[in-house]
Structure formats: structure tokens, C-alpha cells
Nanobody, 122 residues
Framework: VQLQASGGGLVQTGGSLRLSCAASNDPLSNYHMGWFRQAPGKEREFVAR????????HYAESVEDRFTISRDNADNKMYLQMNSLKPDDTAVYYCTADRSRYSSTPYDYNYWGQGTQVTVSS
């Protein structure tokens, strides 16, 4: 599967963005999916994940109640709705997929999108 993330941009503190991840070459329904982010000088960190059916989701504590992960398997897309954004949310956001692993560890995922930059100004 090939993944392409989009929707990043510059937003003020308290604002919202919706990231999208489009899949090609294979039905998205075959994959557990996740979002990770990486800020300059920091390691890649887990943000949110969603099972193949979309029935189960998990979030990093730092984004819970502000971010919502979702997917539309019919449209082969996954989303991350980000509300109440903070400067600490500034990072490159990556979407990721794996056929068998449903994990919060980046090394467990085999497929990655190219990343989309999110910048939150104070």
C-alpha cells in the first residue's frame, strides 16, 4: 500500500486542522492504521491508532479529548481531526499502516506516508 498524508499547515493556538491519509494500491480495510508525529530534535511519537474496522481507537494522553482519528474504508482514507491545537503539537505528522500489528510503537508499522507539517503559532 502507498500512503499520502495531507492537510497540514500553519494555525494559531486553539485552532483546528484536519489531516487526511489517502491509500492506493491496496484496500485500506486490510490495515490497522496510525498517526505519529516528529518534532525537530525529538523522536517519532505515537499520536493515535485505529483498527481495520474503525471500531477501536487509542490516543496518546497528550492529545486525548482534542484529536479524533477516523477512517472511511470505502473511500480508502483515514483522518485526524485536531482541535484546540497547542504549540507543542507542532511537528511533522505521518500516517502509517500495518496488516497485522495494532500498535503504538513506530517500529511495528511497515508502511509510512511522506508526512505533513503542522505548525501551531503561539
Amino acid at each position: 500500500v502507498q500512503l499520502q498524508a495531507s492537510g497540514g499547515g500553519l494555525v494559531q493556538t486553539g485552532g483546528s486542522l484536519r489531516l487526511s491519509c489517502a491509500a492506493s494500491n491496496d484496500p485500506l480495510s486490510n490495515y490497522h492504521m496510525g498517526w505519529f508525529r516528529q518534532a525537530p530534535g525529538k523522536e517519532r511519537e505515537f499520536v493515535a491508532r485505529i483498527t481495520k474496522t474503525g471500531l477501536v481507537t487509542h490516543y496518546a494522553e497528550s492529545v486525548e479529548d482534542r484529536f479524533t482519528i477516523s477512517r472511511d474504508n470505502a473511500d480508502n482514507k483515514m483522518y485526524l481531526q485536531m482541535n484546540s491545537l497547542k504549540p507543542d503539537d507542532t511537528a511533522v505528522y505521518y500516517c502509517t499502516a500495518d496488516r497485522s500489528r495494532y500498535s503504538s510503537t513506530p517500529y511495528d508499522y511497515n508502511y509510512w506516508g511522506q508526512g505533513t507539517q503542522v505548525t501551531v503559532s503561539s
